[in-house]
């Protein structure tokens, strides 16, 4: 589907890109999915957000041109299942180390959407050698249950779906923005349909438990004083943000030196309504 991608947003594409799914074992039993553009030493890694998967870059990969890997966090996409829950940051963080290691990659820069922010910023503040970079896609350690209200309703919604066009129909009813056309390329790489018809998404098929009311990741603005290389904040300015502006203040207060972008037209999902902006910021970022 990436000729569609790219036509949908005027990307030249004048062949198909080399793209390949790993699977790397970061324990006994467990591995890590993930998607490695290009053939040479990809100078990013990228990280979804809760509920989601890699293909959630799609767009940004294609507008980007460069190699890259973007992981399927535990317990989503393709990946094993997470012993510690789906939002257990810590846990993410070691597995996402494990398989950058497995696969000899180090001092990369680390960028993160959300629940993958925050498991960035524990990567590049607790773990130097493998962070030359780390960029949060609106997502501070300031996100909270309130803050993050609509999009846990959207993900402890309905178990199964009768049919395609009934959990397409909830993706397009809490993305209003975004174009159907989209929606239904990220339904296809993020559910899976099961033998008695019934579709579920990819992150539920291991039957975690849902998204807890009170997630709260305050405990990580120590993280945020400890990163000790280059910081963006990427923020979306319109409504479904979860970062406001006293996350913006408390960020640039623990970490003087970072950089902050504010992207017009996008809420939480900046890769998703805003994806071409988001790649010209990342590729300065990236060659800064």
Known sequence: MLRENAQE?????????????????VAPGRHLSA?????????AVLLHGGAQNAH??????????????????????????????STDVEGHARDVCAALGALGIAHIPVIGMSLGGLVALVVSART???????????????VNAEKGEHIRQFVNGPRAFSDFDEILARAIEHNPTRSVSSLRRGVLHNAVQLDDG????????????????????????????????????????????????????????????????HVEG?????????????AEVLARFLDS
């Open 56 to 85: 959630t870059y799609d767009t940004v990969a294609l507008a980007l041109g460069l190699p890259i890997i973007a992981f399927d966090l535990p317990g989503h996409g393709h990946s094993d299942v997470a012993p510690g829950g």
């Open 198 to 261: 019934t579709w579920v998404w990819r992150h539920q098929r291991h039957e975690q438990p849902p998204v807890p009311a009170a997630f709260d990741a305050g405990a990580l603005w120590d993280d945020v004083s400890s990163v000790a290389v280059p910081l963006l904040l990427v923020r979306g300015m319109a409504a479904g943000s979860v970062v406001d502006d006293e996350d913006e203040a408390e960020l640039r207060r623990r970490c003087p030196d970072a950089t902050v972008i």
């Open 35 to 43: 998607l490695r553009w290009g053939t040479t030493a990809p100078r």
């Open 9 to 25: 947003w005027a990307i030249p594409f004048q062949r198909q890109p080399e793209v390949e799914r790993l699977t790397v074992a």
């Open 128 to 142: 130097p050698a493998v962070a030359s970079k780390v960029a949060l896609i609106d997502v501070t350690p300031g």
């Open 266 to 278: 996008a809420g939480h999902s900046v890769q998703g309504d805003q994806p071409l902006i988001l």
